[in-house]
């Protein structure tokens, strides 16, 4: 579907998910209310309440209800929310994140694209329907001690040519994940802070709302991976009201990695993000590098992107991972002193996405195999196509484009409308094919390059210039540090 009817449709569904997510409030109301006190749950951070907090759930899906707490900080380790349950974190309440990884069971997932078994978050809605997890109060994933558990292991993997297993063999506890589930709700103010990993994950779920949530994960140190929102293989999903602060993706599509992405086959679609703000992440809206499944009718607006943030909206992928975007929408993005305003890498971190076991190493575990399973190159090249950017507004940034797919494989028919972009640099716009300019304001010192006068129109006079491409680094030969941050 493409234009009015693809936007009819997209918010139709989001339309219809707010409202399944009334409805749940409303058969709540009358449901009955649980204290997690009358369980033996006691706030002051320091007794477990994993067990006490778990039986309370457990009593209110008894024919539905809602969990609160009275005010204290709940130590506790992984808790299931049950269908029809509403678990209530107000404001005085803190969940606080065990330090030890034994209190996270480890269970079937996805992680990082591929499926594996993986310890289960802080807070979990796994296989269920018509759930929530709301209020003004705080979950804190106290997360510094699964960080520094990552970089001790990439300190050892790095020299043995093993940095891509790094981020699969560190085992840490997201925040909050919503796996294989429905109509799920997940706000109300609600302050995410310190994850150890991903912090909300949506994955194989559909009929999700994430609405007036906080994200602050940079307290206490910079963690590795701690992702703001992951919106993974889902459909009909609709996030606003965001304002994260993260040191990694703050707003990600993501549709698994390689091999086990393609097996897999299942998209991204029919998602609407708005009415947020991204002040520090590695983007300000991100779709990949996990492509595999695609990307399909997904709409971003209203979004403000300042701060540390090096890129405004950022493409990424391999030639190993294969899948595709498609109607995607994004506009009215107001980007302050973003040093690339929109980035598009089809080769990104080579260290981290091409996955080669060293012969030295016969015993592994099976989902290094996984990983390490080839892709022939055709199928392994995403193709992102009829995609538009309007409304775009960038101040104090350095590059307005740096673009490059491949040859055999065009960026195709990117429409992009109504730019006003201050930049220092045009930068590039390399094997791209079909793209149109209207209405767009370049203030750049150097001109646009690109190899192909006929693959863009629509650029104002003297801001772009032709030219045989330049000679790029190759990524794979830059530093562990440097692949991390393109």
């Not at 991976?225 to 993501?254: E, W």
């Not at 990104?348 to 290094?368: F, Q, V």
Request: charged share 25%.
């Amino acid at each position: 579907m493409k234009g009015q009817v693809m936007i009819n449709w997209i918010r139709t569904a989001a339309t219809a998910a707010a409202s399944a997510m009334l409805l749940l409030a409303a058969s709540s109301a009358g449901a009955k209310n649980v204290s997690v006190a009358d369980f033996g749950a006691k706030g002051d951070g320091a007794t477990l309440n994993t067990q006490a907090i778990q039986r309370a759930i457990d009593a209110a899906a008894k024919g539905g209800g809602t969990v609160s707490f009275p005010a204290g900080t709940y130590l506790t380790g992984s808790i299931f929310v049950k269908s029809g349950v509403k678990l209530r974190v107000d404001k005085g309440v803190t969940l606080l994140g065990s330090q030890k990884l034994a209190d996270y069971p480890v269970m079937a997932t996805r992680i990082a694209g591929i499926e594996m078994s993986w310890p289960a978050a802080l807070v979990n809605v796994y296989e269920q329907q018509n759930a929530s997890i709301e209020g003004d109060g705080t979950i804190d994933g106290d997360g510094k001690i699964f960080w520094d558990s990552y970089w001790n292991l990439r300190k050892e993997y790095e020299p043995r040519g093993l940095r891509w297993a790094s981020d699969y063999d560190a085992k840490r506890p997201r925040l909050v994940q919503v796996f294989n589930s429905k109509k799920v709700k997940v706000g109300g103010g609600l302050l995410l802070r310190r994850s150890g990993f991903w912090t909300l994950h949506i994955c194989y779920s559909e009929e999700v709302t994430v609405d007036n949530v906080v994200i602050r994960n940079n307290e206490g140190g910079r963690g590795p991976s701690t992702d703001g929102i992951d919106i993974d293989s889902s459909r009909k999903v609709l996030v606003q009201r965001a304002d994260i602060a993260v040191n990694d993706d703050a707003l990600c599509m993501k549709a698994g990695r390689d091999s086990d992405g393609q097996r897999v086959g299942r998209p991204t679609e029919d998602v609407i993000v708005r009415d947020s703000i991204v002040r520090d992440a590695a983007a300000g809206i991100t779709f990949g590098s996990e492509t595999a499944g695609g990307f399909r009718n997904v709409e971003a607006y209203n979004i403000t992107v300042e701060g540390n943030v090096p890129v405004g909206i950022l493409f990424k992928s391999a030639h190993t991972r294969g899948g595709f975007g498609e109607n995607l929408r994004l506009h009215d993005f107001k980007m302050t002193n973003i040093t690339v305003v929109l980035r598009i890498t089809m080769n990104w971190n080579p260290s981290y996405s091409y996955a080669k076991i060293p012969d030295e190493i016969k015993d592994y575990p099976p989902y290094w195999k996984v990983l390490a399973t080839p892709v022939p190159r055709e199928k392994g090249i995403a193709h992102f196509h009829d995609v538009k950017i309007w409304n775009i507004k960038a101040t104090g940034a350095t590059t307005a484009f740096e673009v490059s797919g491949y040859k055999e494989a065009p960026l195709q028919r990117f429409t992009l409308d109504n730019l006003d972009i201050q930049a220092s640099k045009g930068g590039h716009l390399y094997d791209v094919k079909d793209w149109t300019f209207s209405r767009a304001k370049l203030a750049p010192s150097s001109p646009v390059e690109m190899e192909d006068a006929s693959a863009v129109r629509g650029l104002p006079p003297g801001s772009t210039i032709v030219r045989p491409a330049r000679p790029q680094e190759d990524p794979s030969k830059k530093s562990f540090e440097e692949q991390d941050k393109t």
